[in-house]
């Protein structure tokens, strides 16, 4: 790849089997990202082992009657090789997300995705949803059918973090198996990511959003962290969400109304262990300690006049860095890009970025759609 060369990321109409469409745009080159993503680069093992994954990640779906399964297996059909249903329930992304008025109107979401998969930088594509209450854009990857991270013209930003281990027995490696045969025997579940989408689909609304993403009739797959940023500048929260169990912390709460998340809980009595696998240049850190730095960081860059991964430190900006987000929906701007490490560097680079400025006319119709 040109790495002297910054690339469009794509910005794609999607239908009602918007992940299908998304491959449909580039066959082959939706092939060769699963093919990088599931290979021994990102596991020795998982060469061997996707066939078996991907069927248990089916029959799992299958039991939760999960809403987006008919369009994961349009994925599967359009790829034609192992794999659309493993990458769909997969949950190994770290992230540094922030919420704060906006100098400029609105709340500013900044969101920094971490993901230890190579190739996912130069492959960001930008899909554009159609809903009844407007269209809803998403920053993420061909065959992938929730949402990450999103922005809807005049209602809401939000993301996903992952949250921290659950401790069971005390040993990792025992504790991450356990947990996921916990979830693969688990039922009546959702995942975070479609969760989210189904958030971005119906919510019209900054408080029906919170209201959506903090009720516990709805038990989580696995836990997760969720930023929100309303179109009004006190318009910001992180929701905590293990099983059926909220916690909502308000960004007017805290210091300067900057809110900053990373992948360890805000509430101090909640169990877990901190998240941590990437590498910088930097002295080496705890979990813990990265932690703290990056939730500190990304909180304290909503003071500054932020334009992207260039205005990244580290370790907020690491070695799995493969996309920033910037996003205002009171604005309707989102500015996205994808980041690799050239051979041979630890930090990677943005090699692809899209701006997105929805039109005034899109905005009013949101808002219109939108209202009571």
Known sequence: MDFGRVLDIPLLDVGRLSSGDLCRHDPEGARRLLRAVLG??????????????????????????????????????????????????????????????????????????????PGLGRNVVVARHSTKLGAFYSA????????????????????????????????????????????????????????????????????TAVEMLADESVELAVPALFTLAGSEGDEGCVVEAFGSQRRVHRAASAKDGALGVANQWLSPDLEGKARNHAVGTGPAMTAEENNRARRTMVAKLQRESFQGAADLPEPVLNSHTVMVVVANAQRGEMMVEGLEASEGSVIPRVVARRSIVATAESRSQTVSRGAP
């Open 140 to 207: 993420t990857w061909p065959g992938y059918a929730g949402v990450l991270t999103g922005m809807a013209p005049a209602r809401f930003s939000a993301a996903i973090n992952q949250a921290p281990k659950m401790p069971v027995l005390g040993m990792e490696l025992i504790d991450e198996v356990i947990s996921r045969f916990r979830v693969m025997r688990s039922r009546g579940v959702v995942p975070g990511s479609h969760l989210l989408r189904r958030v971005f689909e119906h919510a019209p609304d900054y408080d």
């Open 40 to 117: 021994a680069r990102s596991h020795p093992l998982l060469p061997y082992v996707t066939r078996f994954l991907d069927r248990a990640s089916h029959s799992w779906l299958v039991r939760q009657s999960n809403p987006y399964l008919e369009e994961i297996r349009d994925v599967a059909a359009v790829l034609r090789r192992p794999g659309a249903y493993f990458l769909n329930t997969v949950y190994e992304w770290a992230c540094s997300t922030s919420v704060a008025p906006d100098t400029q109107g609105g709340a500013r979401m900044i969101r920094v995705l971490d993901w230890g998969m």
